[in-house]
């Protein structure tokens, strides 16, 4: 006879899969809200330890997180900023550039005028749309992640084999985030001797933010070395700038995310190789937040395996024998 409290679990599961469904355009905005939980509720418990308030202790350990972020970002862009402000005064000085009269034939006048034709116009509405997007992801993130580490909100649950589920999942969760800082620290240590070798200014300053932007999975290494590698590009020649290009693609951007993150999330229960394809396929499917939610399928499928079928067949076992 099929068992009640298995079918129960599946019924929970699969209300769970539809809420997901549901509000899949704002899943960016929870795989943010639960690592913020994962990552302020250690830092809000030993605050309140000498605060004694709940609320001021998670203000007071939001306000570090997103300090640090918005410290390195605003260093990137200045970067950025100062690296773009001299390519043009760089690209006068190259004779191919003058022969074609780069400069001369395209006047801020008549960029303008290009921005302003209706395909500059649809760009420019593209753009604005996206970074509307993001930013009502990231205020629902922070929005989230904030009730939920302030009021300490926990799943209330009685059966016993949910809560068995729940908490290798937890432990998967709290493994997949501590992951993703260790191969943030990990990329950024192994950028060091590349940018020494290339004598990049400020090598220090580039692996601190190349660690940094590798939180943001996929593209996040490539929007620091892409730049660099126009930069030595422009400056010290195409073989310079390629192979410097192919160096971080491999060392920076592949290694570590299949090597460093698979093999520091794992667990007792799920492995290093779940693992990775829960990374690979779910940054395939799901896009960026895939980095979240390929692994919380993988580790869920696998939490349930352990506690309703192998459980079982290890109880039928030890009853036969």
């Given at each position: 006879m099929f068992d009640k409290k298995l079918l129960s679990t599946l019924l929970v599961f699969a209300g769970i899969l539809l809420v997901i469904f549901l509000l899949r355009p704002l899943l960016p905005?929870?795989?943010?809200?639960?690592?913020?939980?994962?990552?302020?509720?250690?830092?809000?418990?030993?605050?309140q330890?000498?605060?004694k308030m709940r609320f001021p202790a998670t203000v007071a350990s939001f306000l570090i997180i997103i300090g640090l972020f918005a410290i390195l970002t605003l260093l990137l862009v200045g970067e950025l900023r100062s690296e773009l402000a001299r390519l043009p005064a760089y690209l006068k000085d190259q004779d191919f550039y003058s022969s074609l009269n780069l400069f001369q034939q395209i006047s801020?006048?008549?960029?303008?005028?290009?921005?302003?034709?209706?395909n500059g116009l649809q760009i420019i509405v593209k753009i604005a749309v996206q970074l509307g997007n993001a930013l009502l992801?990231?205020?629902?993130?922070?929005?989230?992640s904030f009730v939920v580490v302030w009021k300490d909100v926990r799943i209330?649950?009685?059966?016993?084999n949910i809560k068995k589920i729940l908490s290798i999942i937890d432990r998967g969760i709290t493994s997949v985030v501590l992951s993703l800082i260790l191969t943030a620290i990990v990329t950024g240590i192994i950028s060091i001797p590349i940018y020494y070798f290339f004598d990049l200014p400020y090598p220090l300053f580039l692996a601190t933010l190349t660690g940094f932007l590798t939180l943001l999975p996929v593209i996040g290494a490539w929007l620091l070395y892409i730049p660099v590698s126009g930069y030595l590009l422009?400056?010290?020649?195409?073989?310079?700038?390629?192979?410097f290009l192919i160096l971080c693609a491999i060392f920076i951007s592949t290694l570590p995310d299949i090597l460093v993150r698979p093999i520091a999330g794992r667990t007792r229960e799920v492995g290093a190789i779940p693992l990775l394809i829960g990374f690979t396929s779910g940054l395939m499917v799901f896009g960026i937040s895939g980095i979240i939610v390929?692994?919380?399928?993988?580790?869920?499928?696998i939490a349930f395996y352990q506690v309703y079928f192998k459980s079982e067949m290890v109880n039928t076992g030890s009853r036969e024998g």
């Open positions: 905005a929870f795989c943010l809200a639960l690592v913020l939980i994962y990552v302020t509720k250690p830092l809000t418990t030993f605050l330890k000498y605060v801020g006048s008549e960029l303008i005028r290009n921005l302003l034709t209706q992801q990231i205020f629902f993130g922070l929005l989230i209330p649950v009685s059966d016993e422009l400056s010290e020649g195409f073989v310079n700038g390629f192979a390929g692994p919380l399928i993988v580790i869920a499928a």
